[in-house]
T-cell receptor
Framework: DAKTTQPPSMDCAEGRAANLPCNHS???????VYWYRQIHSQGPQYIIH???NNETNEMASLIITEDRKSSTLILPHATLRDTAVYYC?????????????FGQGTILTVHP | DTGVSQNPRHKITKRGQNVTFRCDPI?????LYWYRQTLGQGPEFLTY????????KSRLLSDRFSAERPKGSFSTLEIQRTEQGDSAMYLC???????????????FGQGTRLTVV
């Protein structure tokens, strides 16, 4: 699976949009971009995933650049409960579907 | 609550003792993964099962570690002769897909935090 690069930490004011970037310049054509987050002392939680089109669900939006070499996770109205480590993961699925290679992620701190 | 249950949530053991963790996955998910997470790091893959068959093991899984999934239901992870370096969070996860062509989300348990003293 391709490697990803994320900033180690970011801050965001409560109520504002949080935009978390991720670089995955070696991504292959069949690899999806996944985002998970991990709140302190809990297991990771799935947020969203996409292949090449932008995706939106009730939690977040995922914007993938046209060349697919980077993506941005957008939390439209961050709350204090969104403070967590956010992981960007690239995975091809296939016979190893469900296997995730985590990096160190981005620590997002939402402050009042 | 993701539907994936792990027990115990916390375990403190003395070095050299054996420990066993249990994962109860979402019943219809036929794949089950174990990960290990040390402080400040992301989770690392240990092993996974397709039903009762263990299909892949990471080099992180030394011969002191053994995992089972009898009858393709719950899974156990045992560590023999624990060492201080085994102190970590052990996570279980099941993807919602049922075939290799699906790219779907994985559901994680809350993890078992092991402290070896």
């Amino acid at each position: 699976d391709a490697k990803t690069t994320q900033p180690p930490s970011m801050d965001c004011a409560e109520g504002r949009a949080a935009n978390l970037p991720c670089n995955h310049s070696t991504i292959s054509g069949n690899e999806y971009v996944y985002w998970y987050r991990q709140i302190h002392s809990q297991g990771p939680q799935y947020i969203i995933h996409g292949l090449k089109n932008n995706e939106t669900n009730e939690m977040a939006s995922l914007i993938i650049t046209e060349d697919r070499k980077s993506s941005t996770l957008i939390l439209p109205h961050a709350t204090l409960r969104d403070t967590a480590v956010y992981y960007c993961i690239v995975s091809a699925g296939g016979t190893s579907y469900g296997k995730l290679t985590f990096g160190q992620g981005t620590i997002l701190t939402v402050h009042p | 609550d993701t539907g994936v249950s792990q027990n115990p949530r916390h375990k403190i053991t003395k070095r050299g003792q054996n420990v066993t963790f249990r994962c109860d996955p979402i019943s219809e998910h036929n794949r089950l993964y174990w990960y290990r997470q040390t402080l400040g790091q992301g989770p690392e893959f240990l092993t996974y099962f397709q039903n009762e068959a263990q299909l892949e093991k990471s080099r992180l899984l030394s011969d002191r570690f053994s995992a089972e999934r009898p009858k393709g239901s719950f899974s156990t992870l045992e560590i023999q002769r624990t060492e201080q370096g085994d102190s970590a969070m052990y996570l279980c996860a099941t993807p919602s897909g049922t075939s290799p062509v699906e790219n779907t989300e994985a559901f994680f348990g809350q993890g078992t935090r092991l402290t070896v003293v």
